[in-house]
């Protein structure tokens, strides 16, 4: 792990609860709080990471997105947050797992292995064979000491094999990503030693070493491509200022002196004298050539460190020098370096970050995080960050050819400049100055990253120079620093805007009918706008809403809901909808009344916590038109069926012709109360399956579903078919208020038995005044007082055909007047009626049977029995005294009939005739009892039993049947 990772993320998190991106107030709570393990700081997907974050309001770091150099946060508002660093941060294992860099040798069989680095490399323990064997893959390269190696002594990530040389030990030092292994001359008379004129390494293993441009080695695979590096070599003396002299030679004092101006076998003091190593290969020998005059100066101080370094081939940083010259890669240097360490040549430092990450993303925050290590100056001075052309072209760690990658005045872009200090040499009035923490979060950097964001850049490379933007300063020793390497971060908060909302259709249950999509028409004048919403983070989402007279930005605002917006009608706050990177609905209620027949346009804008929003500029208008007012159904027609006529007979199909006012675009209808259909054309398809009065019921729908209020009815009366036959026996139980029409259910009765599905049955309600009674002519019978009846819902008979009806009739009161068994209502009277006539027969009264020509009130035509037979009375209207009474009606023939029967053996009787005229419906009740004239007129006094309706004329013998 880097010296200050652990630093960073205790700024995310601070940042994160700080700086304003926190959770709205409408954030959604985990639902089941108790099951969220708030303790982890990492999840294994970015998906699982979101949920982590928002349960628990702090950064998670996202498993799936972990690489050795970057890391990516997912923030409480769903953001995310990557930290990308130049050196390797942590290793992935063979198991999975990962691990902090972690150099420090462990013994293992044959040697000793790093803890955690991401070169699987092992360092021996000893002998005869390789001094390093580094494994990638299948594949293998050795370093070898040619002689045999002591036991190392191990100092942490070091192992030290004492005297290889006479006074010259070998150190070995593992890295994150390689290892460094330096020959640690102790004194002037080990330099000497012609063996370090040209110091020897074999190469083995089925990795082939190359030379490179730069003064190192390529390790390549058998395609050619490198997978180590041996960067050019270097060499430094032990030079602090602060040296005694012996024996004619310099060498380092024991006074306590700054760390900085230590060398040891990592990296050069800040005074140390250096020099380059020529690095050539001699068929599988890598020859090192120090620099003979370091290596014999009488001013060099011992111990004199040679040093080259194998590193996995991985472009993270690099630098340039103005002479070409070859230097250690523990520190990134930039500026004028000064003597001894140099000899005046500038540096500039170059890191490469990893970004594939910000491709295609909104960059919301981005800024770069170093660690100044030293510095020449004692107070302030500037350096510089640039965009340079090109990304770096040298292994990691490497050289650069001089102004290959121009900053300063050559540059594509300045992103920021820092100023400061931290020299460590002693000079400054104080021992040590200490580290500096370098912060680069200049707005320029954020705005150059989303460019390269939107490119789809995977790579971003920037450099550090002490040259301004016109390139000066460069020259200046003041301005001489030098950075951490593995303490440099890229640390960039990303987001992605929501998805654009998507306008669902309107409720079909509750706004609108038939059109519900945009252009939509609603009948609620308060709609509810709904909108599909989605975040690509799964951030929690604020959805506005807004209405106006037309799809302009300029059109007057009806309603929105977003009070910043010189809020018109409403105040009320931004819809939230919880984070989910499914989608959601967002919905808002209009809160002002839309005035009907009005079209009006909306649109919705969705944005996240981050500020990140959908352009409302391009979001697509809706059309909505609001229309509560229901249609209306003026008129049904039928030429098959006519309003209150005697239409088709039952089972001829039908159609209605419905007309009306309004938009209508589907009309339902029922008949009698039935079911409920649906038609889309403004005609009813109907076949009637029962005869007499039937009921058509419409109502008219229009596309916002407007209904009409009231249905509208239209009266049809289907004609029965030639042998309809109705029959009340009037055996109901005493107490009983209906009168059964036993017709259609009657399977015993042989003249009106059942005729099929047809039949409508005519039930008759006993009015007060009507009675059941024991003593009929065969069971119960019904009574009459003179004033109660019995009546049916609507016509039994088609009057305008022919007709027959029966009853036996026990008069009680014949002296009281005239009386009516048995008639059919019209609006003003009677169409029929079986009856007694006190008049007739010259006022000796009789039985007759009357029709009307028309419904009015006028005298009837009557056909009336005398009570003769053969000159001898038979069966004279008395009290008392069962009679069967019959009348027809031959439409054929114009002729109406009273019979007068009691003898049902010999079916003796009297029939009288009569030529009636006029024909037409009577559409009232079927009434037993009385009859109409004006009003109701004619109430009978006695017994009636077995009363018979049929819509043909009965033959003698058929009507002789009924006397049974």
């Given at each position: 792990?880097?010296?200050?990772?652990?630093?960073?993320?205790?700024?995310?998190?601070?940042?994160?609860?700080?700086?304003?991106?926190?959770?709205?107030?409408?954030?959604?709570?985990?639902?089941?709080?108790?099951?969220?393990?708030?303790?982890?700081?990492?999840?294994?997907?970015?998906?699982?990471?979101?949920?982590?974050?928002?349960?628990?309001?702090?950064?998670?770091?996202?498993?799936?997105?972990?690489?050795?150099?970057?890391?990516?946060?997912?923030?409480?508002?769903?953001?995310?947050?990557?930290?990308?660093?130049?050196?390797?941060?942590?290793?992935?294992?063979?198991?999975?797992?990962?691990?902090?860099?972690?150099?420090?040798?462990?013994?293992?069989?044959?040697?000793?292995?790093?803890?955690?680095?991401?070169?699987?490399?092992?360092?021996?323990?000893?002998?005869?064979?390789?001094?390093?064997?580094?494994?990638?893959?299948?594949?293998?390269?050795?370093?070898?000491?040619?002689?045999?190696?002591?036991?190392?002594?191990?100092?942490?990530?070091?192992?030290?094999?004492?005297?290889?040389?006479?006074?010259?030990?070998?150190?070995?030092?593992?890295?994150?990503?390689?290892?460094?292994?330096?020959?640690?001359?102790?004194?002037?008379?080990?330099?000497?030693?012609?063996?370090?004129?040209?110091?020897?390494?074999?190469?083995?293993?089925?990795?082939?070493?190359?030379?490179?441009?730069?003064?190192?080695?390529?390790?390549?695979?058998?395609?050619?491509?490198?997978?180590?590096?041996?960067?050019?070599?270097?060499?430094?003396?032990?030079?602090?200022?602060?040296?005694?002299?012996?024996?004619?030679?310099?060498?380092?004092?024991?006074?306590?002196?700054?760390?900085?101006?230590?060398?040891?076998?990592?990296?050069?003091?800040?005074?140390?004298?250096?020099?380059?190593?020529?690095?050539?290969?001699?068929?599988?020998?890598?020859?090192?050539?120090?620099?003979?005059?370091?290596?014999?100066?009488?001013?060099?101080?011992?111990?004199?460190?040679?040093?080259?370094?194998?590193?996995?081939?991985?472009?993270?940083?690099?630098?340039?020098?103005?002479?070409?010259?070859?230097?250690?890669?523990?520190?990134?240097?930039?500026?004028?370096?000064?003597?001894?360490?140099?000899?005046?040549?500038?540096?500039?430092?170059?890191?490469?970050?990893?970004?594939?990450?910000?491709?295609?993303?909104?960059?919301?925050?981005?800024?770069?995080?170093?660690?100044?290590?030293?510095?020449?100056?004692?107070?302030?001075?500037?350096?510089?960050?640039?965009?340079?052309?090109?990304?770096?072209?040298?292994?990691?760690?490497?050289?650069?050819?001089?102004?290959?990658?121009?900053?300063?005045?050559?540059?594509?872009?300045?992103?920021?400049?820092?100023?400061?200090?931290?020299?460590?040499?002693?000079?400054?009035?104080?021992?040590?100055?200490?580290?500096?923490?370098?912060?680069?979060?200049?707005?320029?950097?954020?705005?150059?990253?989303?460019?390269?964001?939107?490119?789809?850049?995977?790579?971003?490379?920037?450099?550090?120079?002490?040259?301004?933007?016109?390139?000066?300063?460069?020259?200046?020793?003041?301005?001489?620093?030098?950075?951490?390497?593995?303490?440099?971060?890229?640390?960039?908060?990303?987001?992605?805007?929501?998805?654009?909302?998507?306008?669902?259709?309107?409720?079909?249950?509750?706004?609108?009918?038939?059109?519900?999509?945009?252009?939509?028409?609603?009948?609620?004048?308060?709609?509810?706008?709904?909108v599909t919403v989605a975040d690509p983070y799964g951030g929690v989402l604020r959805t506005i809403f807004e209405v106006r007279t037309a799809p302009s930005d300029t059109a007057p605002v009806v309603a929105w809901n977003y009070s910043p917006w010189n809020p018109v009608n409403t105040s009320t706050p931004a819809v939230t909808t919880a984070g989910t990177s499914t989608p959601g609905t967002a919905s808002w209620q209009v809160p002002v009344t839309l005035t009907s027949g009005t079209t009006y346009y909306w649109r919705a804008s969705t944005g996240d916590e981050v500020g990140l929003w959908n352009d409302m500029g391009v979001g697509v208008w809706q059309t909505l038109t609001i229309d509560n007012a229901p249609p209306t159904v003026t008129n049904v027609s039928s030429s098959q069926y006519p309003l209150k006529a005697w239409g088709a007979v039952v089972n001829t199909p039908g159609t209605f012709a419905i007309t009306g006012a309004g938009d209508a675009v589907e009309w339902t209808w029922q008949v009698d109360g039935g079911t409920v259909q649906t038609v889309t054309s403004p005609s009813v398809p109907y076949t009637p399956v029962k005869d007499m009065v039937r009921v058509l019921s419409v109502k008219a729908i229009d596309k916002a579903g407007n209904t009409s209020g009231s249905a509208f009815n239209h009266e049809f009366w289907v004609k029965p078919l030639p042998n309809r036959c109705w029959n009340w026996r009037m055996d109901e139980a005493v107490g009983a208020t209906t009168a059964a029409d036993k017709g259609n259910t009657d399977t015993a009765d042989q003249l009106c038995g059942p005729i099929g599905s047809t039949v409508n049955a005519k039930n008759g309600t006993l009015s007060p005044g009507a009675s059941f009674v024991t003593g009929g002519k065969s069971g119960n019978a019904a009574s009459f007082t003179g004033t109660g009846k019995i009546t049916t819902s609507g016509p039994a008979l088609d009057t305008r055909e022919s007709f027959t009806v029966m009853a036996w009739v026990r008069p009680s009161s014949l002296v009281s007047g005239d009386q009516t068994i048995l008639s059919q209502d019209g609006v003003n009277g009677s169409r029929f009626q079986l009856h007694y006539d006190k008049d007739a027969n010259a006022g000796a009264g009789g039985w007759c049977f009357s029709t009307r020509a028309a419904d009015n009130t006028a005298a009837p035509v009557s056909a009336c029995a005398t009570g003769m037979f053969d000159g001898a009375p038979l069966f004279p209207p008395a009290d008392n005294v069962w009679v069967h009474l019959a009348g027809t009606y031959d439409k054929t023939t114009s002729e109406i009939k009273v019979w007068v029967m009691g003898d049902g053996l010999s079916c003796t009787g009297e029939v009288a005739a009569a030529t009636a005229t006029g024909s037409w419906a009577a559409g009232g009740s079927f009434v037993i009892g009385r009859a109409r004239s004006g009003g109701e007129t004619e109430f009978f006094k006695g017994l009636a039993d077995k009363v018979y309706a049929h819509q043909r004329v009965l033959a003698a013998s058929e009507i002789c049947q009924s006397l049974a």
């Open positions: 792990m880097g010296r200050r990772q652990g630093r960073i993320v205790g700024t995310l998190l601070a940042l994160t609860l700080g700086a304003g991106l926190v959770p709205l107030s409408g954030a959604p709570v985990a639902a089941a709080a108790e099951t969220v393990d708030c303790s982890a700081s990492t999840a294994a997907t970015a998906g699982q990471a979101a949920l982590l974050a928002d349960a628990c309001d702090k950064p998670v770091e996202a498993l799936d997105a972990r690489t050795e150099f970057e890391q990516v946060y997912v923030e409480p508002t769903g953001a995310r947050r990557l930290v990308a660093a130049i050196t390797a941060q942590r290793v992935h294992r063979a198991d999975g797992s990962w691990a902090d860099v972690d150099p420090t040798l462990r013994a293992v069989e044959g040697g000793f292995t790093p803890i955690a680095s991401t070169a699987d490399m092992r360092f021996s323990g000893g002998g005869a064979g390789p001094l390093v064997t580094w494994q990638e893959g299948a594949s293998e390269f050795t370093l070898s000491w040619p002689g045999r190696l002591p036991a190392p002594r191990i100092d942490g990530d070091t192992a030290v094999y004492e005297s290889v040389l006479p006074d010259v030990n070998l150190h070995v030092t593992a890295l994150a990503e390689g290892f460094r292994h330096v020959l640690e001359v102790k004194t002037p008379e080990a330099a000497a030693n012609p063996a370090l004129t040209k110091v020897r390494f074999v190469l083995g293993g089925d990795l082939r070493p190359q030379t490179s441009p730069d003064g190192g080695l390529h390790i390549v695979d058998a395609s050619g491509t490198a997978v180590v590096t041996a960067l050019g070599a270097a060499m430094w003396d032990s030079a602090t200022g602060q040296q005694t002299v012996k024996g004619g030679r310099t060498q380092a004092t024991a006074l306590d002196v700054p760390r900085e101006l230590v060398s040891d076998a990592r990296e050069p003091g800040e005074r140390a004298a250096t020099a380059p190593v020529r690095v050539t290969l001699a068929g599988d020998d890598m020859l090192l050539t120090p620099d003979t005059e370091l290596l014999t100066s009488a001013s060099t101080v011992f111990p004199l460190f040679i040093d080259p370094v194998f590193n996995k081939n991985r472009s993270k940083w690099a630098y340039e020098s103005s002479n070409a010259e070859n230097n250690d890669a523990t520190a990134m240097r930039v500026g004028r370096q000064a003597p001894p360490d140099g000899s005046g040549e500038k540096y500039r430092s170059f890191f490469e970050f990893s970004v594939p990450e910000l491709r295609g993303q909104h960059i919301v925050s981005a800024y770069m995080d170093l660690q100044l290590d030293h510095s020449f100056s004692c107070g302030a001075t500037p350096v510089y960050l640039f965009r340079p052309g090109g990304n770096i072209t040298v292994s990691n760690g490497g050289r650069m050819a001089w102004n290959s990658h121009p900053l300063g005045s050559g540059a594509q872009k300045l992103l920021d400049t820092w100023s400061g200090n931290a020299n460590e040499t002693g000079g400054c009035g104080v021992a040590d100055q200490g580290d500096a923490d370098v912060i680069l979060d200049d707005p320029r950097i954020k705005t150059d990253l989303q460019a390269a964001a939107t490119a789809n850049w995977t790579l971003y490379t920037v450099g550090l120079c002490a040259c301004d933007e016109n390139g000066q300063g460069e020259s200046d020793q003041q301005r001489w620093k030098r950075f951490y390497p593995d303490s440099t971060y890229l640390i960039v908060t990303y987001d992605l805007p929501p998805y654009p909302v998507v306008a669902q259709p309107f409720s079909q249950t509750t706004d609108c009918y038939k059109q519900c999509s945009s252009p939509a028409i609603v009948r609620d004048t308060t709609p509810t706008l709904n």
